[in-house]
């Protein structure tokens, strides 16, 4: 089993900026993709950013580039989303995932991760 989860979420003025971390435990894979994904109310899932564990490729949402970065740090088997310009737009549940198998192309997409924490609250006032 693979246990995800996320903590940094809050509350914060528009501008402002906040850093998600997602700590992951369990079974390590030999190809490893995690990504974040937001869920405002009334809305469904939607893609922010995904890193490669090995190599640390990134891709981001348009909505998010330029204000946001995905990175991780080995040693704490940890990945961040630093969240920087908040707009109220981006309030949301953010969650983080993960991919076991080498299916990057298929980053954007909820259905193809296999594993999700159990996501943290991002508010932004405006």
């Known amino acids: 089993q693979v246990q995800l989860v996320e903590s940094g979420g809050g509350l914060v003025q528009a501008g402002g900026s906040l850093r998600l971390s997602c700590a992951a435990s369990?079974?390590?894979?030999?190809?490893?993709?995690m990504g974040w994904f937001r869920q405002a109310p009334g809305k469904e899932r939607e893609f922010v950013a995904a890193?490669?564990?090995?190599?640390?490729?990134?891709y981001y949402a348009d909505s998010v580039k330029g204000r946001f970065t995905i990175s991780r740090d080995n040693a704490k088997n940890t990945v961040y989303l630093q969240m920087n310009s908040l707009k109220p737009e981006d309030t949301a549940v953010y969650y983080c995932?993960?991919?076991?198998?080498?299916?990057?192309?298929?980053?954007?997409?909820?259905?193809?991760?296999?594993?999700w924490g159990q996501g943290t609250q991002v508010t932004v006032s405006s």
């Open positions: 369990g079974r390590t894979f030999s190809r490893y993709v």
């Open positions: 890193i490669r564990w090995s190599g640390g490729s990134t």
């Open positions: 995932a993960a991919m076991d198998g080498s299916r990057w192309f298929f980053h954007r997409r909820p259905d193809e991760y296999d594993y």
